[in-house]
């Protein structure tokens, strides 16, 4: 096979380059899988046995493609290509020599429902299950996080529980007990796989030394989003022939939250300075003028490798940016460009809407369902079915109907200690009705709590005996600020491992209820919404749907269309995540230039002049930084007249 007439020039010299380290720059669009496969047919052709080549990917889905690809090429002489995931990979190691590991070969592995069953059996084995903790998953993301960032969890927690008074010590006493019943049990979890096969080949040279001679060649894929672990693992089994070829691009590292590590990709020139570097630049996926604004957005960023996309197809229009009045007439123009879209014959599901939060999407899906244009949520559930906005939302429907024992119950399972039989048994104990407003009802909820469940019980009581005196029926809004502030936020912090986000949805809908006059106004159209939602999803199930997605859920895919929501100071870039320090913002504009080249033909940007708080005050919001950085001429401005 000649390469060089299935490859352009650049995909060919990476494929072809010669053994030792190199890294491959591909940028977005660039045939990044293309090279690696031919890279694997290349090896081969070269007389290389397929059983001493690597293959690692993030999914295994990604590895069976891309085998399924180099066999159509060259046949059952892939066959025994070692290829999956760095999870994978380390439990064939590991199963081999579990002893040396301090296992035996027989050990388990647990899965995620697994992992969380045993720290919710060392909870209570501590006792601690019956005061304010926090909850498995929680216990879990962070056990997980330390792990894969190597960061000592005492020092995760600081950062973490910085504003609340937290269980540093006892749950470093989970953590323990936890890795003690693992290893007591024979059985590892997820993140031990990795762990445990980096202290093996650390420890055991011999073992290191055998996976060094089988392996003569390593590929990685997608090597900015190795964590610190990953990375070592690779370098351990590239030790020797140092036959190493990773692929990826710093531009699209976004995933530093769950302990990618983008240093890994900027600095293996220093580890391997001979190491020869391959830039893939040629772009087979969007139109001129997008690839114009890609590169404009990026080139604002300090440290990378720096990469110009080059576009290979025909120009179109560019870019629109679309400054409208609020985030009702954002989803307004949002409606109009898809019904435009769709005339000049793209399908509905040839549409991507993306943002940066879930939030910023509610207003939108709130038209579209009015509208009953159907659309799917790549990334996670509609706004008003998340389990958070159902929570806080419980409250106020019981103080609107005393009668509603679902929201009474999902309530009051929010306290320590109280599940849904211990609700549902002190439903029946107040005959099925529950007013807030009376101090007799408080009373008899707060002598049926447990001790720990009673002290969270006293700032809602206080929520619930203000809703009469200060009005609070006339202010949904007010309701939930108060219930927050005095016991969810801290719930939230307990309960989920992206408790910030979630609490930024809640304080968007709390914005929400300013339009309503008065609480059962609010509920009302909460219901009308979600009900609408159950009777169109037929049509979603069709296929030709609207997409829906965070920008983080929408990596590696494209559309022909892409319209990004509120880029605005203050929105995007996340302040949050300017608050992280260091690289934060350098991360945002990445996440900028990931949302850009998803698009195809067409791409609009919405950035709102203004935003509307509780109090009907009027803020006026400036176009994002990574929108006004860019050079005149790149976009067109339009200020559309919506009808």
């Known amino acids: 096979m000649d390469l060089r007439k299935a490859l352009n020039a650049e995909q060919a010299a990476a494929v072809t380059a010669p053994d030792g380290p190199v890294l491959v720059l591909a940028a977005a669009g660039t045939g990044k899988t293309r090279t690696l496969v031919y890279r694997v047919v290349h090896l081969v052709q070269r007389g290389v046995d397929a059983s001493r080549i690597l293959l690692l990917t993030f999914t295994n889905k990604a590895a069976r493609e891309m085998l399924e690809r180099a066999r159509a090429l060259v046949g059952d002489r892939v066959g025994g290509l070692w290829g999956g995931t760095f999870h994978h990979m380390a439990n064939r190691i590991l199963r081999r020599h579990a002893e040396a590991a301090g296992y035996t070969s027989e050990f388990a592995i647990l899965d995620r429902d697994d992992s969380l069953r045993l720290i919710a059996a060392c909870v209570r084995e501590l006792r601690l299950n019956d005061k304010e903790f926090p909850r498995r998953e929680v216990l ?95 370098d351990c089994l590239a030790g020797g022939h140092r036959n190493l070829l990773v692929v990826g691009d710093d531009f699209q590292s976004i995933y530093a939250w769950r302990g990618a590590n ?230 939230a912090r307990d309960t989920f491992d992206n408790a910030d986000a979630r609490l930024d949805d809640i304080r968007e809908l709390i914005l929400f209820t300013s339009r309503f006059e008065r609480a059962d106004a609010f509920l009302s159209e909460v219901a009308l919404l979600t009900n609408l939602d159950a009777e169109d999803e037929q049509a979603r199930d069709d296929g030709d749907a609207l997409r829906l997605s965070t920008i983080h859920q929408a990596k590696g895919l494209e559309w022909p269309a892409v319209i990004l929501l509120w880029a605005t100071e203050g929105m995007f870039p996340s302040p949050r995540a300017l608050q992280d320090g260091e690289g934060g913002e350098a991360e945002e504009r990445r996440l900028f230039y990931v949302t850009v080249t998803r698009a195809k033909d067409a791409l609009f940007v919405c950035a709102p002049e203004t935003r509307r708080g509780r109090d009907g005050q009027v803020t006026y919001c400036r176009p994002s930084r990574f929108v006004n950085e860019l050079p005149a001429g790149l976009t067109r401005e339009v200020r559309p007249v919506l009808v």
């Open 140 to 234: 879990m993301s962070l056990f997980s996080t330390a792990a894969n960032t190597e960061t000592p969890l005492a020092e995760l927690l600081e950062r973490r529980f910085r504003d609340d008074a937290a269980p540093d010590e006892d749950i470093l006493r989970v953590q323990a007990l936890y890795t003690r019943r693992k290893r007591k049990q024979n059985a590892m979890d997820f993140d031990d796989l990795l762990v445990n096969c980096l202290r093996l080949l650390r420890k055991e040279r011999a073992v290191a030394d055998r996976y060094r001679e089988r392996f003569q060649h390593v590929l990685v894929d997608e090597y900015q989003d190795t964590n610190r672990i990953q990375a070592d693992i690779v």
């Open 262 to 491: 983008y240093r890994n990709i900027l600095g293996f020139t220093t580890r391997y300075p001979d190491a020869a570097v391959y830039k893939l630049e040629t772009n087979y996926r969007s139109v001129p003028e997008i690839l114009h604004v890609a590169n404009a957005c990026i080139a604002g960023n300090p440290e990378q490798a720096q990469k110009v996309l080059r576009p290979t197809r025909d120009g179109l229009e560019r870019p629109l940016v679309a400054r409208v009045r609020d985030g009702r007439a954002q989803a307004r123009y949002v409606i109009e460009q898809v019904h435009r879209l769709c005339r000049d014959g793209y399908r509905r599901a040839d549409i991507a809407v993306l943002y940066r939060a879930h939030f910023h999407a509610m207003e939108l899906q709130m038209m579209l369902t009015q509208e009953r244009l159907p659309f799917v949520i790549t990334s996670g559930a509609r706004f008003f079915e998340q389990a958070h906005v159902k929570d806080v939302c419980s409250l106020v429907r019981i103080m609107e109907n005393p009668r509603d024992g679902m929201a009474f119950t999902r309530l009051l399972c929010l306290f320590p200690g109280v599940g849904e039989r211990t609700a549902e048994k002190l439903w029946r104990a107040l005959d099925g009705v529950f007013d807030g407003r009376s101090a007799d009802a408080r009373e008899q909820v707060r002598r049926a709590l447990r001790p720990a469940a009673r002290a969270a019980w006293a700032p809602v009581a206080a929520v619930m005996a203000a809703y009469e005196q200060d009005g609070l029926a006339e202010d949904a809004g007010e309701t939930i600020h108060r219930f927050v502030d005095g016991f969810y936020a801290r719930r």
